[in-house]
């Protein structure tokens, strides 16, 4: 499975993004979901993670601001992102995680889209 991210760019602050990341397979269950974040010299850190039952959390930094949601049907998660402000300018990568089980038990799959760059500069 591959994730393909978009939705990135440059905006001036107090603008809004949308990005978006897409799942290859059909029918694809996105268990876990995430958009994380890496700045010049910092570690990528999480920015929005949610759950299949509905949980959603968010980095304090962004509450407020950033909302990330899904579309099972298009097997699409995304993040809204408002009010950006200069210190949101990273690289964004989508995550989705799905619960499988084998012989071993259960375990969690990882996918991890491709980092899309955002800028926030006036």
């Known amino acids: 499975v591959q994730l393909q991210a978009s939705g990135g760019g440059l905006v001036q602050p107090g603008g809004s993004l949308r990005l978006s990341c897409t799942a290859s397979r059909a029918n694809f269950r996105i268990d876990i979901m995430g958009w994380y974040r890496q700045a010049p010299g910092k570690q990528r850190e999480l920015v929005a993670g949610?759950?299949?039952?509905?949980?959603?959390n968010y980095a304090d930094s962004v509450k407020g601001r950033f909302t990330i949601s899904r579309d099972n049907a298009k097997n699409t998660v995304s993040m809204q992102m408002d009010n950006l402000k200069p210190e949101d300018t990273a690289v964004y990568y989508c995550?989705?995680?799905?619960?499988?089980?084998?012989?071993?038990?259960?375990?969690?799959?990882?996918?991890w889209g491709k980092g899309t760059q955002v800028t926030v500069s006036s």
């Open positions: 995550y989705i995680g799905e619960h499988l089980s084998d012989d071993d038990g259960e375990y969690v799959m990882d996918y």
């Open positions: 949610g759950t299949h039952g509905g949980r959603t």
